[in-house]
């Protein structure tokens, strides 16, 4: 595998299901993030990760929860959404702090729909 | 604060015709970065080019070019050529040099026509 993975690429959940979202990458990077894509909105930043460390939460409800066991894996734990949360949730990661190789990296997504 | 604008919100054209799609930025940072990357109909973002505010040099690679222009704070993307498997959706991005905190533009939707 090269890159960024993401599994599952589809899921579907009820509303009262708990599911996990997983990341991998095979880079070598050091910083991981968690992005939602709903249908006519720009891409919201979600969960930045350095170092296995979070970093940056940008105001995400409690209902998503992250996790980082290393630096090539990234969980997003998901509990009583709501169909609101029906969205494309992209990872990426980057390698930080090398002055000018910030580059992100994005897997293929996770298209989940909440019924 | 960041912002990306695309006004394009969607642009069709026939195959072989070219294309510019536009990105205008604003920033009060001198060091930053401005990214193109592509979202076809499968939904990963694929990264095209990067750019740091210190190189204002135009880029090319085989049909695609990159015209960045400080004066106007904008940083042009245009496809030479198109072909079918151009249609997607391209986001323009800015980053300030030291954060991580990308600002995506809303994105310019492209489809060729055979």
Redesign the interface.
Same mark, same amino acid.
């Given at each position: 595998e090269t890159g960024v993975t993401q599994t599952p690429r589809h899921l579907v959940m009820g509303m009262t299901n708990k599911k996990s979202l997983k990341c991998e990458q095979h880079l070598g990077h050091n $910083?991981m =993030?968690w992005y939602k894509q709903s249908a006519k909105? #720009? *891409?919201e *930043?979600m969960f930045?990760y350095?170092f296995k460390e979070q %970093? /940056?939460n940008n105001s995400v409800p409690s209902r998503f929860s992250p996790e980082c066991p290393n630096s090539s894996h990234l969980f997003l734990h998901l509990h009583t959404l709501q169909p609101e949360d029906s969205a *494309?949730y *992209?990872c $990426?990661s980057?390698q #930080? !702090?090398t002055? !000018?190789e /910030? %580059?992100? =990296?994005? !897997? #293929? !997504?996770t298209?989940l729909l909440v019924l | 604060a960041q912002k990306v604008t695309q006004a394009q919100t969607e642009i069709s054209v026939v195959e072989k015709e070219d294309v510019t799609l536009d990105c205008v930025y604003e920033t009060r940072d001198t060091t930053y970065y401005l990214f193109w990357y592509k979202q076809p109909p499968s939904g990963e973002l694929v990264f095209l080019i990067r750019r740091n505010s210190f190189d204002e040099q135009n880029e090319i690679s085989g049909r695609y070019s990159w015209n960045f222009q400080k004066s106007t704070s904008s940083f042009n993307f245009t496809i030479t050529a198109s072909q079918v498997v151009d249609s997607a959706v391209y986001f323009c991005a800015l980053l300030y040099r030291g954060y991580q905190k990308v600002t995506f533009g809303t994105g310019t939707k492209l489809q060729v026509i055979p």
């Amino acid at each position: 595998e090269t890159g960024v993975t993401q599994t599952p690429r589809h899921l579907v959940m009820g509303m009262t299901n708990k599911k996990s979202l997983k990341c991998e990458q095979h880079l070598g990077h050091n $910083a991981m =993030y968690w992005y939602k894509q709903s249908a006519k909105k #720009p *891409l919201e *930043l979600m969960f930045v990760y350095n170092f296995k460390e979070q %970093t /940056e939460n940008n105001s995400v409800p409690s209902r998503f929860s992250p996790e980082c066991p290393n630096s090539s894996h990234l969980f997003l734990h998901l509990h009583t959404l709501q169909p609101e949360d029906s969205a *494309l949730y *992209l990872c $990426a990661s980057s390698q #930080p !702090g090398t002055g !000018g190789e /910030e %580059t992100q =990296y994005f !897997g #293929p !997504g996770t298209r989940l729909l909440v019924l | 604060a960041q912002k990306v604008t695309q006004a394009q919100t969607e642009i069709s054209v026939v195959e072989k015709e070219d294309v510019t799609l536009d990105c205008v930025y604003e920033t009060r940072d001198t060091t930053y970065y401005l990214f193109w990357y592509k979202q076809p109909p499968s939904g990963e973002l694929v990264f095209l080019i990067r750019r740091n505010s210190f190189d204002e040099q135009n880029e090319i690679s085989g049909r695609y070019s990159w015209n960045f222009q400080k004066s106007t704070s904008s940083f042009n993307f245009t496809i030479t050529a198109s072909q079918v498997v151009d249609s997607a959706v391209y986001f323009c991005a800015l980053l300030y040099r030291g954060y991580q905190k990308v600002t995506f533009g809303t994105g310019t939707k492209l489809q060729v026509i055979p």
